[in-house]
T-cell receptor, first 114, second 114 residues
Framework: AQSVAQPEDQVNVAEGNPLTVKCTYS??????LFWYVQYPNRGLQFLLK??????LVKGSYGFEAEFNKSQTSFHLKKPSALVSDSALYFC????????????FGKGTHLIIQP | DSGVTQTPKHLITATGQRVTLRCSPRSGDLSVYWYQQSLDQGLQFLIQYYNGEERAKGNILERFSAQQFPDLHSELNLSSLELGDSALYFCASSVGTEHNSPLHFGNGTRLTVT
């Protein structure tokens, strides 16, 4: 079975400060990891993914994520937060060798304060 | 715009009724996924189709069924509706079945069961 944990329901960051949204995962095989963002009344938008290779993955809108195999984590980061980054962020995992669909975490509300 | 179209946007119906949600995937995408999003359960994977065939099954109730047609659009049928079925239902599509392909989400159908 595969699972994802996002330990924080909400993260508050001042505009201009760095942000981190945490994610840990559990899979039997090799993890394929994704971050998505959801704005109000909209579907999820793909931000970035880790499949293999460099542990630091760069994505859309200046976001990046760091894969840490020993800690089974895939934290989302951005060096300088914008008010427009305020949204609901989902981490997701899929077992590279399995047949299951993508499993999402519960989501983290990111609030950037001006 | 993700290119995934879902209709209707909103649906209000009574308990015991049956509804059909429709999804048109992005042009060129062969895989369609259905997800249910609710406040208490988060995003739950329901089912995946690839080129007309069922590919993976998640937490889909027996009262729910889906299919993908030759033109690749998909329908999710929900029957004997209960209050707890009220949720946002998302369709997503991807090019193939590769586990590293990001999903592209529609804006969802909000189902309210009264």
């Amino acid at each position: 079975a595969q699972s994802v944990a996002q330990p924080e329901d909400q993260v508050n960051v001042a505009e201009g400060n760095p942000l981190t949204v945490k994610c840990t995962y559990s899979v039997s095989g090799n993890p394929y990891l994704f971050w998505y963002v959801q704005y109000p009344n909209r579907g999820l938008q793909f931000l970035l993914k880790y499949i293999t290779g460099d542990n630091l993955v760069k994505g859309s809108y200046g976001f990046e994520a760091e894969f840490n195999k020993s800690q089974t984590s895939f934290h989302l980061k951005k060096p300088s937060a914008l008010v427009s980054d305020s949204a609901l962020y989902f981490c997701a995992v899929r077992d590279g060798g399995g047949a299951d669909g993508l499993t999402f975490g519960k989501g983290t509300h990111l609030i950037i304060q001006p | 715009d993700s290119g995934v179209t879902q209709t209707p946007k909103h649906l209000i119906t009574a308990t015991g009724q049956r509804v059909t949600l429709r999804c048109s995937p992005r042009s060129g995408d062969l895989s369609v996924y259905w997800y249910q999003q609710s406040l208490d359960q988060g995003l739950q994977f329901l089912i995946q189709y690839y080129n007309g065939e069922e590919r993976a099954k998640g937490n889909i109730l027996e009262r729910f069924s889906a299919q993908q047609f030759p033109d690749l659009h998909s329908e999710l049928n929900l029957s004997s509706l209960e209050l707890g079925d009220s949720a946002l239902y998302f369709c997503a599509s991807s090019v193939g079945t590769e586990h590293n392909s990001p999903l592209h989400f529609g804006n969802g159908t909000r189902l309210t069961v009264t």
